[in-house]
């Protein structure tokens, strides 16, 4: 039996062991495109829009820049930390919880943001939304047993 059929305990606080290495150079060229294009290669994803999100590793302390569909809310942008319905949090938003502040790239609009994870009322009023924008959310969902956090970025100003 190869250590990958090894049944883990999953701590849905820490990232999936896989292999990142395709995902990183995915999203390095994502990443340098968008950038290169002020979004216009890179910024939908089907109908749905892209923005990049710049982190701080809540281990390293390093910059980590992430490609993520987005919903406008008013003046905030919302998020979905679904890891493809993965049984534990993308980095990103572990990061986040770690240190909430972060930067957004629009296009060519860049804004500090803060993070928070939406309240029951938010994430029911705005689940639909997200769904509708993006209907693998609603598969994503029914893959996990956790339930993939709705996360808000408010713009300072």
Do not use: C
């Amino acid at each position: 039996m190869s250590v990958e059929n090894k049944t883990q305990t999953v701590d849905k606080n820490r990232p999936a062991r896989r292999s990142n290495t395709g995902a990183r150079i995915f999203t390095g060229i994502h990443t340098f495109f968008y950038r290169l294009s002020g979004g216009r290669l890179g910024g939908q994803f089907g109908k749905s829009p892209v923005l990049l999100l710049t982190t701080t590793g809540r281990k390293t302390g390093k910059q980590r820049t992430t490609p993520l569909l987005y919903l406008k809310d008013g003046d905030n942008l919302v998020l979905v930390a679904s890891y493809g319905g993965a049984p534990t949090h993308p980095v990103w938003w572990l990061n986040l919880q770690a240190k909430p502040e972060a930067k957004v790239e629009i296009g060519r609009q860049k804004l500090r943001v803060t993070a928070r994870q939406a309240n029951a009322e938010e994430r029911a009023r705005l689940w639909p939304l997200l769904v509708a924008m993006y209907p693998s959310y609603a598969e994503y969902q029914k893959k996990t047993t956790r339930e993939i956090p709705v996360v808000i970025l408010h713009p300072e100003n």
